[in-house]
């Protein structure tokens, strides 16, 4: 029987209290700032888009190997996330600051983060990490890659510069779980580089990364360190 500790609920509390206050409070602050300075809103946006990624995404998965037992409650919330993030898709009343009619990026945000986690949990039985660092390699990887290309290009647009710095980050991180971490890094720093259709970056990245480090634990177990 699976028990969840008080100290779960507590920490759950404060990270969906975060996670809310980025999304709904600093982001639309942020939006607003560069608006003012001069910033195209489509450009806002697409930067806000980041910093969600990085603060929210990124944060919170740090966060869960160190206070949490199971990946139970970091999966609900995430599923969450991804209902409130939908919503207004459905409604048609979008927050401007992040959110655009003409993808829902944000809402496979939401769901992959959590089901890698999960995923990852259940198949190293009980090592995070597994599912963590495919979702880092989504939430700041990609993020920087989206940071180097909007700065250089003002708009959305791939660049091997982008991948480039995701890279830079991806391989050294995926270091923590070894040669198949650092594998997992590198193939999800080109794989961001394409486009797929209806999966999005969101998808691609930490799916591919994660059954790279899946197919190397069953068949080179000796390139992951758990």
């Not at 639309?28 to 929210?56: P, S």
């Not at 991948?163 to 779980?177: C, E, K, Y």
Request: glycine share 8%.
């Amino acid at each position: 029987m699976v028990l969840i500790e008080f100290e779960e609920i507590l920490a759950t509390a404060i990270l969906f209290a975060w996670v809310i206050f980025v999304v709904a409070f600093l982001t639309r602050k942020l939006y607003d700032l560069m608006v003012k300075h001069g910033f195209e809103g489509n450009i806002a946006i697409y930067y806000n888009r980041k910093v969600i990624h990085v603060l929210t995404g990124g944060f919170v998965a740090l966060i869960v190997p160190l206070t949490f037992e199971t990946p139970i409650i970091p999966l609900i919330m995430a599923f969450i996330l991804g209902a409130l993030t939908y919503i207004p898709h459905k409604t048609g009343r979008l927050m401007y600051w992040f959110q655009t009619a003409d993808n829902a990026y944000e809402v496979s945000f939401c769901i992959m983060w959590g089901l890698i986690i999960a995923l990852g949990w259940v198949v190293s039985r009980g090592n995070f990490w597994v599912g963590v660092l495919p979702v880092l390699f989504m939430s700041v990887g990609d993020a920087l890659t989206g940071l180097v290309r909007n700065a250089l290009y003002k708009r959305r647009t791939k660049s091997w510069w982008g991948n480039l710095a995701m890279a830079l980050f991806s391989i050294p991180v995926g270091a923590t779980l070894g040669i198949a971490g650092m594998i997992a890094g590198a193939a999800a720093s080109v794989i961001e580089h394409f486009e797929f259709g209806i999966l999005d970056d969101n998808v691609m990245v930490p799916l591919t990364s994660f059954i790279i480090i899946l197919t190397l634990m069953l068949l080179a177990p000796w390139t992951i360190t758990l």
